[in-house]
Nanobody, 117 residues
């Protein structure tokens, strides 16, 4: 059974950094696309960053220059490195994976990121 296992959330002060990791388990397939989303209380879920199998990356405007998505030289992991974190980055961060020949993407359960002094 395919699962996405997220880790790395936590509490940091404004200006700090966090690295989130999402690993695809239960399959030998490499991903086509990996994405990180986030949802803050009372807000809709929003896309943070996208990574394709070709290495193309896309970022939400608020993430540009602060967040980096990478695969850690694997094809089953998406790493989101977040720097200069702000209180407004507080949210539950979710990983999404699109696998070959699979019409429905997979989602992780989310990991809490809290930015507070």
């Amino acid at each position: 059974q395919v699962q996405l296992v997220e880790s790395g959330g936590g509490l940091v002060q404004p200006g700090g950094s966090l690295t989130l990791t999402c690993k695809v388990t239960g399959t030998s397939k490499a991903f086509d696309v990996m994405k990180w989303h986030r949802q803050a209380p009372g807000n809709q879920r929003e896309l943070v960053a996208t990574l394709t199998w070709t290495g193309t990356t896309l970022y939400a405007e608020f993430a540009k220059g602060r967040f980096t998505i990478s695969d850690g030289n694997t094809r089953n992991t998406a790493i989101l490195t977040m720097n200069n974190l702000k209180t407004e980055d507080t949210a539950v961060y979710y990983c999404e994976a699109e696998l070959p020949n699979t019409p429905t993407p997979y989602w992780g359960r989310g990991t809490q990121v809290t930015i507070s002094s």
